[in-house]
Protein backbone atom coordinates (compact mmCIF):
# COMPACT_ATOMS: atom_id res chain seq x y z
CA UNK A 1 0.00 0.00 0.00
CA UNK A 2 2.97 2.20 0.76
CA UNK A 3 4.67 1.85 -2.41
CA UNK A 4 1.08 2.78 -4.36
CA UNK A 5 0.20 5.67 -2.37
CA UNK A 6 4.14 6.84 -3.32
CA UNK A 7 3.38 5.71 -6.95
CA UNK A 8 0.63 7.74 -7.30
CA UNK A 9 2.45 10.80 -5.91
CA UNK A 10 4.82 10.87 -7.65
CA UNK A 11 3.32 10.79 -10.90
CA UNK A 12 0.73 13.41 -9.59
CA UNK A 13 4.20 15.64 -9.01
CA UNK A 14 5.69 14.24 -12.76
CA UNK A 15 2.17 15.67 -13.99
CA UNK A 16 1.33 19.02 -12.29
CA UNK A 17 5.42 19.87 -12.20
CA UNK A 18 5.80 19.94 -16.18
CA UNK A 19 4.59 23.79 -16.37
CA UNK A 20 4.45 27.06 -13.50
CA UNK A 21 1.17 27.39 -12.39
CA UNK A 22 -0.79 30.96 -11.75
CA UNK A 23 -3.62 31.49 -8.99
CA UNK A 24 -5.58 35.03 -8.82
CA UNK A 25 -6.94 36.79 -6.02
CA UNK A 26 -9.21 39.22 -6.56
CA UNK A 27 -9.68 42.35 -4.09
CA UNK A 28 -12.19 45.13 -2.88
CA UNK A 29 -11.55 48.80 -4.11
CA UNK A 30 -9.21 50.50 -1.96
CA UNK A 31 -8.70 46.97 -0.19
CA UNK A 32 -5.71 44.68 1.17
CA UNK A 33 -7.97 42.37 3.34
CA UNK A 34 -8.82 39.23 1.61
CA UNK A 35 -12.48 38.18 0.94
CA UNK A 36 -13.72 34.66 2.25
CA UNK A 37 -14.54 33.64 -0.60
CA UNK A 38 -10.96 34.41 -2.58
CA UNK A 39 -9.39 33.58 0.54
CA UNK A 40 -11.83 29.85 0.09
CA UNK A 41 -10.05 29.84 -3.68
CA UNK A 42 -6.59 30.03 -2.33
CA UNK A 43 -6.62 27.71 -0.25
CA UNK A 44 -7.68 24.98 -2.32
CA UNK A 45 -5.14 25.94 -4.60
CA UNK A 46 -2.47 25.94 -1.88
CA UNK A 47 -4.16 22.57 -1.47
CA UNK A 48 -2.94 21.47 -4.79
CA UNK A 49 0.13 22.80 -5.24
CA UNK A 50 1.08 21.76 -1.40
CA UNK A 51 2.41 18.01 -3.47
CA UNK A 52 4.73 19.86 -5.93
CA UNK A 53 8.49 20.36 -5.66
CA UNK A 54 8.29 23.77 -5.38
CA UNK A 55 10.98 25.78 -6.93
CA UNK A 56 9.95 29.32 -6.15
CA UNK A 57 7.02 31.27 -5.51
CA UNK A 58 6.19 35.02 -6.96
CA UNK A 59 3.29 37.12 -6.42
CA UNK A 60 1.90 40.28 -7.28
CA UNK A 61 -0.08 42.81 -6.07
CA UNK A 62 -2.08 44.89 -8.84
CA UNK A 63 -4.65 47.92 -8.52
CA UNK A 64 -6.70 49.66 -10.71
CA UNK A 65 -6.34 53.19 -12.17
CA UNK A 66 -8.21 55.29 -9.54
CA UNK A 67 -5.32 57.05 -6.87
CA UNK A 68 -2.07 58.56 -7.26
CA UNK A 69 0.98 55.84 -8.54
CA UNK A 70 2.62 56.03 -5.25
CA UNK A 71 -0.52 54.97 -3.66
CA UNK A 72 -1.38 52.08 -5.88
CA UNK A 73 1.98 50.94 -5.37
CA UNK A 74 1.80 50.81 -1.61
CA UNK A 75 -1.64 49.04 -2.14
CA UNK A 76 -0.64 46.83 -4.16
CA UNK A 77 2.27 45.91 -2.46
CA UNK A 78 0.24 45.36 0.77
CA UNK A 79 -1.97 43.20 -1.27
CA UNK A 80 0.94 41.10 -2.19
CA UNK A 81 2.05 41.13 1.39
CA UNK A 82 -1.48 39.97 2.33
CA UNK A 83 -1.48 36.90 0.37
CA UNK A 84 2.17 35.87 0.88
CA UNK A 85 0.74 35.76 4.82
CA UNK A 86 -1.49 33.43 4.07
CA UNK A 87 1.53 30.93 2.53
CA UNK A 88 3.14 31.37 5.63
CA UNK A 89 0.14 30.61 8.00
CA UNK A 90 -0.43 27.50 6.05
CA UNK A 91 3.08 26.61 6.66
CA UNK A 92 4.92 27.09 2.97
CA UNK A 93 8.42 27.39 3.73
CA UNK A 94 8.94 31.41 3.03
CA UNK A 95 12.71 30.53 1.79
CA UNK A 96 10.66 29.67 -1.77
CA UNK A 97 8.52 32.88 -1.51
CA UNK A 98 11.19 34.59 -3.50
CA UNK A 99 9.45 37.59 -4.93
CA UNK A 100 6.88 40.04 -3.10
CA UNK A 101 6.41 42.72 -5.71
CA UNK A 102 3.61 45.37 -5.76
CA UNK A 103 3.28 46.59 -9.83
CA UNK A 104 0.81 49.25 -9.29
CA UNK A 105 -2.06 49.61 -11.53
CA UNK A 106 -2.35 47.57 -14.43
CA UNK A 107 -3.39 48.76 -17.96
CA UNK A 108 -7.08 48.43 -18.28
CA UNK A 109 -7.12 48.60 -22.20
CA UNK A 110 -5.69 44.81 -22.06
CA UNK A 111 -9.12 42.93 -21.51
CA UNK A 112 -11.79 43.35 -24.55
CA UNK A 113 -14.60 44.97 -21.97
CA UNK A 114 -16.63 48.16 -22.62
CA UNK A 115 -17.37 48.31 -18.82
CA UNK A 116 -14.13 50.28 -16.66
CA UNK A 117 -16.23 48.76 -13.45
CA UNK A 118 -15.40 45.35 -14.66
CA UNK A 119 -12.13 46.10 -16.25
CA UNK A 120 -11.02 47.62 -12.97
CA UNK A 121 -12.68 44.69 -11.02
CA UNK A 122 -9.91 42.65 -13.09
CA UNK A 123 -7.32 44.98 -12.09
CA UNK A 124 -7.28 44.06 -8.61
CA UNK A 125 -5.81 41.53 -7.70
CA UNK A 126 -2.70 39.66 -6.60
CA UNK A 127 -1.39 37.15 -9.24
CA UNK A 128 0.77 33.50 -7.63
CA UNK A 129 3.21 32.43 -9.73
CA UNK A 130 3.83 28.49 -8.61
CA UNK A 131 7.40 27.50 -10.45
CA UNK A 132 8.04 23.85 -9.86
CA UNK A 133 11.51 22.04 -10.09
CA UNK A 134 11.50 20.77 -13.65
CA UNK A 135 11.95 17.73 -13.72
CA UNK A 136 11.48 17.05 -10.04
CA UNK A 137 14.38 16.72 -7.42
CA UNK A 138 14.68 13.14 -5.92
CA UNK A 139 13.30 12.87 -2.47
CA UNK A 140 15.56 10.79 0.06
CA UNK A 141 13.22 8.10 1.85
CA UNK A 142 14.05 7.20 5.65
CA UNK A 143 14.50 3.33 4.16
CA UNK A 144 17.54 5.09 1.52
CA UNK A 145 18.58 6.75 4.64
Do not use: W
Not at 37 to 65: A, C, H, P, Q, W
Not at 66 to 84: E, F, M, P, T, V
Amino acid sequence: MKYISLIVVLCTQLILSQEKMTHEVYFETDKFEVLSTERSRLLLFLSKIEVLDIEKISIYGFTDDRGSDDYNLKLSLDRANAIKTIFSNNEFDESIITNVDGKGEVLLRLVKEDDIHKIRGLNRKVEIVVSPYDPPRTKKTKEAL
